[in-house]
Every structure is written in structure tokens, then in C-alpha cells.
Nanobody, 127 residues
Framework: QVQLVESGGGLVQAGASLRLSCVAS????????MGWFRQSPGKEREFIAA????????KYADSVTGRFTISKDDAENTVYLQMNNVRSEDTSAYYC????????????????????WGQGIQVTVSS
């Protein structure tokens, strides 16, 4: 079954760290770029971070640069989002996503480039 399953969300205090995980199944994980997005009620889903299929390139939204890190473990079919120094404005539902194109030569960031989504996981930051 082709799917993405996120875990690791929850309630954290401002300034703390949290790591989200997304386990993929049903497709050759190592050959696809992966991304993280987030969406709050009433807002558009926004790009957070992406990693190229080979793991040699990453992209970040300005709002998380220097605080969040995306990584992938091909042996575990898992993509991670390490979130450090979280802020109240990071409160949102977080989604991992898979690139629609296999072995894309560049790192995608637009949500139109992703066609497989996880169910989402809530992160709430208390101040």
C-alpha cells in the first residue's frame, strides 16, 4: 500500500525541540524527493522544507531556516523534520509529502509538485 504516516507531534513549550517522522511504504522511497508542509485552520497549506531524492540538497521556508532541519534515512524509508527553538507561530498541522516525479533533478518546493500526502499530525506550541 502506497502511503505516508507521520508521527512525533504533540504539545511542546516555546523554545523546545521536537522531531517529526514520516514513514513511507509502497514505493521506492530512495528515488523521490520528500517535503514537509503545514496548514493552520483557514490558511493555505504552506511549504516548510524539502529534500532532494539523493539527499544532497535541501530547501527551507524563510520562517524556519536555521531552526528546522529535514533529513531522510533511505534504509528506514523515513523522512524527518527536526524542529528546534519552536515558536507559538509554528503551531499547525504538519504533513509530509512525496514528489510526483521520480528522481527529479532539482529540489521541489511548491505543493503542486507533490502528489502523495500523509494524514497530517498536530504540533501545538505553548508560550
Amino acid at each position: 500500500q502506497v502511503q505516508l504516516v507521520e508521527s512525533g507531534g504533540g504539545l511542546v513549550q516555546a523554545g523546545a525541540s521536537l522531531r517529526l517522522s514520516c514513514v513511507a511504504s509502497g514505493f521506492p522511497f530512495s528515488e523521490y524527493a520528500m517535503g514537509w508542509f503545514r496548514q493552520s485552520p483557514g490558511k493555505e497549506r504552506e511549504f516548510i522544507a524539502a529534500i532532494k531524492w539523493g539527499g544532497d540538497s535541501t530547501k527551507y521556508a524563510d520562517s524556519v531556516t536555521g531552526r528546522f532541519t529535514i533529513s531522510k534515512d533511505d534504509a528506514e524509508n523515513t523522512v524527518y523534520l527536526q524542529m528546534n527553538n519552536v515558536r507559538s507561530e509554528d503551531t499547525s498541522a504538519y504533513y509530509c509529502a512525496r514528489d510526483r516525479q521520480r528522481r527529479r533533478s532539482w529540489t521541489p518546493t511548491g505543493k503542486e509538485n507533490f502528489n502523495l500526502w500523509g494524514q497530517g499530525i498536530q504540533v501545538t506550541v505553548s508560550s
